[in-house]
């Protein structure tokens, strides 16, 4: 059974810090690009970050470079986002994604919702 479980969203103040993980299984792991997304509230969901199968490339929305940094960890299957500078706009849910295009396969996960607020 395929799972990505997504954790550590929460309330932050503006200026703050916080690292969201995403744990995988039930699928080949290390072979899937790994990505996160944001929603927030009355708005489209959008790629926030993503980091190939290996790790040796990651690519970044304009509105978190510089700030957020996107990492995966093949040998424990999981993929991290850490989150410094958060700005208000920040406020979102966050989901764990992974594709495999050759495939045409893409999971998600439930997702965690992120708070920036003083």
């Known amino acids: 059974q395929v799972q990505l479980v997504e954790s550590g969203g929460g309330l932050v103040q503006p200026g703050g810090s916080l690292r969201l993980s995403c744990a995988a299984s039930?699928?080949?792991?290390?072979?899937?690009?790994m990505s996160w997304y944001r929603q927030a509230p009355g708005k489209e969901r959008e790629l926030v970050a993503s980091?190939?199968?290996?790790?040796?490339?990651?690519n970044y929305a304009d509105s978190v470079k510089g700030r957020f940094t996107i990492s995966r960890d093949n040998a424990k299957n999981t993929v991290s986002l850490q989150m410094n500078s958060l700005k208000s706009e920040d406020t979102a849910v966050y989901y764990c994604?992974?594709?495999?295009?050759?495939?045409?396969?893409?999971?998600w996960g439930q997702g965690t919702p992120v708070t920036v607020s003083s």
């Open positions: 980091i190939t199968s290996g790790g040796g490339s990651t």
């Open positions: 994604n992974a594709v495999r295009e050759v495939l045409g396969i893409n999971y």
């Open positions: 039930g699928f080949f792991f290390s072979r899937y690009v």
